[in-house]
Structure formats: structure tokens, C-alpha cells
């Protein structure tokens, strides 16, 4: 399944919104920032990251979905690997 690039722009500014504050992260553990901040920051880009999969795999079920002309084309074991591998 490919997929769909005009749906993809927001989890790229997704995913490049989680990269900055990975390297926040890092900025604050070589700067010796207190425990909490540090990890109240991790979590949050833990949390972009997540959703960023959640949609990609969402955008493929539906594309599947709408490519399957009444087809048993979707792959759903795969999908659910997908799903869980994000859990």
C-alpha cells in the first residue's frame, strides 16, 4: 500500500515538530536539566510519534478501503500488526 502524499503533510510537519523536540531533549540532558523536565518533554514526543503512526495507518486503512472497488483487497492482519506494533 503507498501512500496517499496529500495526506501525508501534516504527519511530516508532524514528524518534523517531534524531531525538534527530540533535540530539545537531548539539549536539556547535556545540560543537566532537572529529571521531570526532561522527561515530561520525552513523553511528548513520544506522543507526536505515536500519533504520527496512528494516522499513516489510518490514511493506508482508508485508502485500502477506497481502492478495493468491493475487493477483498485490504490486508488486514498486516494492518493490525501495524496497529499493535505502535502499542
Known sequence: ME???????????????AQGQLAGVVRMIEEGR????VVTQL???SKALD???F????SGMKQCLLESDGQDTLD???LEKLFLSLA
Open 3 to 17: 501512500l496517499d502524499p496529500s495526506e501525508m503533510g501534516k504527519v511530516v510537519n508532524r514528524l518534523k515538530r
Open 34 to 37: 532537572d529529571c521531570e523536565d
Open 43 to 45: 513523553s511528548a514526543v
Open 51 to 53: 500519533r504520527a503512526g
Open 55 to 58: 494516522a499513516i495507518i489510518a
Open 76 to 78: 488486514v492482519q498486516k
